[in-house]
């Protein structure tokens, strides 16, 4: 089983790259966030048609998260505990055959120190009691999504120009290790040590062409799908072309 999380960065903004990338690439389930669309408005016929099924959880210009899955997708849950109506549209869950999949678009925190960077730890927080309740129920659990943190150094171009910045900072890394906590560990890491594997390349800098990318998108496991996982890698492809998203897509392949 083959599973691909990305930030599309606007489902219809990009629809015709969406799905001329599942047909060439067929993954079995696919978790988007940053959809940035309705419910309503994801463009539901066309992805049917390539044989998806879809659950969405969108909000209008912002935000938006979606799973999609050639086979059945069962006990849906959109948020978590303690959303209400006025609540970001973040987070979606659901089973596919025997696998739990939480699809998280992490806040982003906009700056170190600021009032929507107390409110990003704050959400982690409550994503970490969210993800290990999940955990708990089910053994075999995939957290994936744009996290909007990098786990070490190794996850950055240039670590000095990073230092305790967004998406860098000291606080953010201990809240990404507290969602991990003692039930998630870290995919790709099974897989290398090295340095490297970019998700996200910022649009305003120029920094694909130069490869000055951070790690971001990440998949955290239970040790039951850990032990299952085979493959990983960065579509590095899809980030090129015209008008891309400015994250890259991510495979994790499930025996």
């Not at 999380?5 to 015709?16: F, I, K, L, P």
């Amino acid at each position: 089983m083959r599973v691909a999380t990305w930030n599309v960065n606007s489902v219809r903004a990009r629809c015709e790259r969406l799905l001329a990338w599942l047909e060439a690439h067929r993954p079995d389930v696919v978790c988007l966030q940053e959809i940035k669309c309705l419910d309503e408005q994801f463009p539901r016929e066309p992805v049917e048609d390539l044989g998806y099924n879809i659950e969405t959880f969108g909000q209008k210009t912002y935000n938006g998260v979606a799973i999609l899955a050639r086979t059945r997708i069962e006990d849906v849950v959109r948020g978590m505990p303690g959303d209400d109506e006025s609540s970001q549209r973040r987070v979606i869950a659901a089973t596919v055959g025997d696998v739990r999949y939480i699809n998280a678009y992490v806040v982003n925190g906009e700056k170190v120190g600021s009032e929507k960077y107390a409110y990003k730890l704050e959400w982690m927080a409550r994503l970490a009691d969210y993800a290990h309740g999940v955990a708990r129920e089910y053994e075999a659990t995939v957290l994936t999504g744009d996290f909007n943190v990098t786990f070490d150094d190794r996850d950055v171009h240039d670590p000095e120009a990073w230092r305790e910045k967004i998406l860098c900072s000291t606080p953010e890394r201990d809240a990404l290790r507290r969602i991990q906590g003692e039930y998630y560990r870290d995919a790709m890491r099974k897989f290398t040590e090295e340095k490297g594997a970019y998700t996200w390349w910022d649009f305003r800098t120029g920094a694909f062409r130069g490869d000055r990318g951070l790690r971001i998108d990440h998949f955290l496991v239970t040790p039951a799908a850990h032990e299952r996982a085979r493959e990983f890698f960065v579509d590095r492809e899809e980030r090129a072309g015209e008008k891309p998203s400015d994250h890259a897509p991510v495979f994790l392949a499930l025996d």
